[in-house]
């Protein structure tokens, strides 16, 4: 028993003298970490009194300065909504002085979020275009242009000029052309005023060009002259576009190189099918190129949304087995549901609904047709520098002040008669409007958008007030 008492005492003398030592560490802890926090506190109070007031304030300014570039460069990111209109892009870049970098990156957010192919959008920078009831020419005088463009066209290999170069001011007194002006034909103001729209029409298309085709090869070859035809006695080069008067020139052509004494008397498929003019591509590339640098080249374009609908009508809505045959039969086939047998047999009947489908499909089910191709594709105008541009819209007026320039006869004029269905009305924007309330907003975006490097090349303003 006493030696159990005396282990039980020294056992409690042992727990003392271990807690004892953790008491103390504690201490020792504490005091050290209070120690470290003063001598801290004091050194921090002597850099304020070395650094003085102007240092903090510099400090101060630097880090407000850090944080407001850093909000405006998460603006930057975040602060475009992806799916915008090319118009609503456009705007925002005039408002914003045309900065380049944040126009480069509109237009790759455009590209990536819109639901259109790429491929339709020829154009990032275009300037807000107003809707007209007519789809008349747009002031050219009024047009943007951009610092990207003026940049592309400092840049741009020089574009050729040829010597037929319209201008009022080549014309001279005693030159024979000034006889056309007395004759009764113009004044001298109507040949002024319309030297003037020609010459401006053709600097847009050499700026349009500049901007949207700089890269594409300058070589020519028979492919690009395919629609051209040859009048050598006057030398004039006339590419066709169908749906844009050409029956008419190519009568006019014809009564030129002393192929018919007058328009009048020349039937339809005389003019188309009797090969009495002379294509470019039928000729050697000596003999391309001569005349290209030496002839006058012309081309006459139409509104390209009213000539799509005039070549709807003409070719599927009156009797045509060729048109019928080889478009209506696969269009049918391919985007009627139900269709009837005599439907797919005869391919008569095809709808403008059906058409358009065709016409945006990019896996159509037959190929293109000159009367609806885009007038760019046809006449290239950014390789073949043309003398004179005019348009379906003032086709008589512009014509005949042609025709005066070229020297022709005084009684030659371009006949405005309509020898095909003379029966239908004529296509006008009204007509125009009303077949294309037959498809939704959409398709009516994407055939926009189809043809829209002929609106941007001639000028032509939106047709349809919700088209951006």
């Given at each position: 028993?006493?030696?159990?008492?005396?282990?039980?005492?020294?056992?409690?003398?042992r727990?003392r003298?271990?807690?004892?030592?953790?008491?103390?560490?504690?201490?020792?802890?504490?005091?050290?970490?209070?120690?470290?926090l003063?001598?801290?506190?004091?050194?921090?109070?002597e850099m304020?009194?070395?650094?003085?007031?102007?240092?903090?304030?510099?400090?101060?300014?630097?880090?407000?300065?850090a944080?407001k570039?850093?909000?405006?460069?998460?603006?930057?990111k975040?602060g475009?909504?992806?799916?915008?209109s090319?118009e609503?892009?456009?705007?925002?870049?005039r408002?914003?002085?045309?900065?380049?970098?944040?126009?480069?990156?509109?237009?790759?957010?455009?590209i990536?979020s819109?639901?259109?192919?790429?491929?339709?959008f020829?154009?990032?920078?275009k300037s807000?275009?107003?809707a007209?009831?007519?789809?008349?020419?747009?002031?050219?005088?009024?047009?943007?242009?951009?610092?990207r463009?003026?940049?592309?066209?400092?840049?741009?290999?020089?574009i050729?000029?040829?010597?037929?170069?319209?201008s009022s001011s080549?014309?001279?007194?005693?030159s024979?052309?000034?006889?056309?002006?007395t004759?009764?034909?113009?004044?001298?103001?109507?040949w002024?005023?319309?030297s003037?729209?020609?010459?401006?029409r053709q600097q847009l298309?050499?700026?349009?060009c500049?901007?949207y085709?700089?890269?594409?090869?300058?070589?020519?070859?028979?492919?690009?002259?395919?629609s051209?035809?040859?009048?050598?006695?006057?030398?004039?080069?006339y590419c066709?576009?169908?749906?844009?008067?050409?029956s008419?020139?190519?009568?006019?052509l014809m009564?030129?190189?002393?192929?018919?004494?007058?328009?009048?008397?020349?039937?339809?498929?005389t003019?188309?099918?009797?090969?009495?003019?002379?294509?470019?591509?039928?000729?050697d590339?000596?003999?391309?190129?001569?005349?290209?640098?030496?002839?006058?080249?012309v081309?006459?374009?139409?509104e390209?949304?009213?000539r799509?609908?005039?070549?709807?009508?003409?070719?599927f809505?009156?009797p045509?087995?060729?048109?019928?045959?080889?478009?209506?039969?696969?269009i049918?086939s391919?985007y009627?549901?139900?269709?009837?047998?005599?439907?797919?047999?005869?391919?008569?009947?095809?709808?403008?609904?059906?058409?358009?489908q065709?016409?945006?499909d990019?896996?159509?089910p037959?190929?293109?047709?000159?009367?609806?191709?885009?007038?760019?594709q046809?006449?290239n105008p950014?390789?073949?520098?043309?003398?004179f541009?005019?348009k379906?819209?003032?086709?008589?007026?512009e014509s005949n002040f042609l025709?005066?320039?070229?020297?022709?006869?005084?009684?030659?004029?371009?006949?405005s008669?309509?020898?095909?269905?003379p029966?239908?009305?004529?296509t006008s924007?009204?007509?125009?409007e009303n077949?294309?309330?037959?498809?939704?907003?959409?398709?009516?975006q994407?055939?926009y958008d189809?043809?829209?490097?002929?609106?941007?090349m001639?000028n032509?303003?939106k047709?349809?007030?919700?088209l951006y």
């Amino acid at each position: 028993m006493l030696w159990m008492k005396w282990k039980m005492v020294v056992d409690s003398l042992r727990g003392r003298r271990r807690r004892l030592p953790c008491s103390l560490w504690f201490v020792l802890l504490f005091a050290a970490g209070g120690l470290v926090l003063f001598i801290h506190q004091q050194a921090l109070s002597e850099m304020v009194q070395q650094q003085g007031p102007e240092n903090v304030t510099n400090k101060q300014q630097l880090t407000v300065t850090a944080l407001k570039t850093r909000q405006s460069i998460s603006g930057v990111k975040l602060g475009s909504t992806p799916r915008q209109s090319r118009e609503t892009l456009s705007t925002r870049d005039r408002e914003r002085g045309k900065s380049e970098s944040f126009q480069d990156l509109q237009v790759t957010e455009n590209i990536l979020s819109s639901a259109i192919p790429p491929m339709q959008f020829p154009h990032f920078e275009k300037s807000r275009k107003t809707a007209s009831p007519g789809s008349q020419e747009q002031d050219i005088g009024s047009l943007h242009v951009t610092k990207r463009q003026r940049k592309l066209l400092k840049t741009s290999p020089p574009i050729r000029h040829t010597k037929n170069t319209i201008s009022s001011s080549s014309i001279s007194s005693s030159s024979p052309m000034s006889s056309s002006i007395t004759s009764g034909f113009f004044s001298p103001e109507s040949w002024q005023k319309l030297s003037g729209i020609l010459e401006a029409r053709q600097q847009l298309m050499k700026e349009i060009c500049a901007k949207y085709k700089s890269s594409i090869s300058k070589t020519i070859t028979r492919h690009h002259v395919k629609s051209i035809f040859v009048e050598d006695k006057y030398k004039l080069l006339y590419c066709q576009v169908p749906k844009a008067g050409c029956s008419n020139w190519k009568r006019t052509l014809m009564v030129l190189a002393g192929k018919a004494s007058n328009t009048q008397s020349i039937k339809h498929d005389t003019v188309h099918y009797g090969q009495h003019l002379k294509k470019l591509d039928s000729f050697d590339q000596q003999g391309i190129m001569h005349r290209l640098q030496t002839y006058t080249k012309v081309i006459f374009v139409r509104e390209p949304l009213e000539r799509m609908v005039s070549a709807y009508r003409d070719k599927f809505e009156n009797p045509n087995n060729y048109y019928h045959s080889l478009f209506g039969k696969p269009i049918i086939s391919k985007y009627r549901v139900n269709p009837s047998k005599a439907a797919l047999k005869t391919g008569n009947g095809v709808t403008f609904k059906e058409f358009v489908q065709y016409l945006l499909d990019v896996h159509r089910p037959v190929g293109m047709d000159i009367h609806w191709e885009q007038a760019n594709q046809l006449c290239n105008p950014c390789l073949i520098d043309y003398d004179f541009i005019g348009k379906f819209e003032n086709m008589e007026e512009e014509s005949n002040f042609l025709l005066r320039l070229a020297g022709a006869p005084p009684n030659l004029t371009l006949p405005s008669f309509k020898d095909r269905n003379p029966s239908d009305k004529r296509t006008s924007m009204q007509i125009t409007e009303n077949y294309f309330s037959q498809v939704g907003a959409l398709e009516r975006q994407r055939v926009y958008d189809f043809y829209y490097m002929d609106y941007l090349m001639f000028n032509y303003s939106k047709p349809f007030k919700d088209l951006y």
